[in-house]
């Protein structure tokens, strides 16, 4: 079983971040070890990739974030919270864009930094099965980590209570 957790990042760096971290290394680390392409990629934050929680801006996007990582279903509610200054007839609109951003299979990583999901980034597939939480970034599953679904729940809950 692996080991979450969501490290605030404070020094050498910009400005603050949140990186995933997987049994005590971050996980732009395990890309380079399994996948040739990122062989020469340096892991700091940079203009080109950083982590989702990083480009949300919103409260409520972070709290759709969550929701997203722990597969839970978002409502129009939801929806209407994050974004309050679109009519009935807008949010219908883009309603679909958002279910694929925050309801899809796939769960943004990394992004651009302007947070824009059709700019290039990295998702993983998240799926539940018996106690755990799955993250596979493959269908071959060359990198797949396993998380205890309690554990899980609390890295994402802890990081919402201390954003909020």
Same mark, same amino acid.
């Given at each position: 079983m692996?080991?979450?957790?969501?490290?605030?990042?404070?020094e050498?760096? &910009?400005? %603050?971040?949140?990186?995933?971290? #997987?049994?005590?290394? &971050?996980?732009?680390?395990?890309?380079?070890?399994?996948y040739?392409? @990122? !062989?020469?990629?340096? &892991?700091t934050?940079?203009?080109?990739?950083?982590?989702?929680f990083?480009?949300?801006?919103? !409260?409520?996007?972070?709290? =759709?974030?969550? !929701?997203?990582?722990?597969?839970?279903? #978002?409502?129009?509610?939801?929806?209407?919270?994050?974004?309050?200054?679109?009519?009935d @007839?807008?949010?219908?609109? #883009?309603?679909?864009?958002?279910?694929?951003?925050?309801?899809?299979? %796939?769960v943004?990583?990394?992004?651009? &930094?302007?947070?824009?999901?059709?700019?290039?980034?990295?998702?993983?597939?998240?799926? #539940?099965?018996d106690?755990y939480?799955? @993250?596979s970034?493959?269908?071959e599953?060359? =990198?797949?980590?396993?998380?205890?679904?309690?554990?899980?729940?609390?890295?994402?809950?802890?990081?919402?209570? %201390?954003?909020?």
């Amino acid at each position: 079983m692996d080991k979450l957790r969501l490290v605030k990042i404070l020094e050498n760096t &910009p400005r %603050e971040y949140y990186e995933f971290v #997987i049994n005590d290394k &971050p996980l732009v680390n395990y890309f380079a070890e399994v996948y040739a392409s @990122w !062989k020469d990629y340096e &892991p700091t934050l940079d203009e080109s990739l950083i982590g989702v929680f990083n480009t949300i801006h919103l !409260k409520e996007g972070q709290r =759709l974030q969550v !929701k997203a990582f722990l597969r839970e279903e #978002i409502t129009q509610t939801e929806y209407c919270n994050y974004l309050p200054h679109l009519s009935d @007839w807008s949010l219908t609109d #883009i309603q679909q864009s958002l279910n694929e951003d925050f309801n899809g299979e %796939e769960v943004m990583l990394y992004c651009c &930094p302007c947070g824009d999901r059709d700019c290039p980034g990295i998702a993983v597939k998240v799926t #539940i099965e018996d106690d755990y939480f799955i @993250w596979s970034f493959d269908e071959e599953n060359l =990198l797949q980590f396993r998380f205890h679904e309690q554990e899980y729940r609390k890295v994402f809950r802890s990081y919402l209570k %201390e954003i909020l």
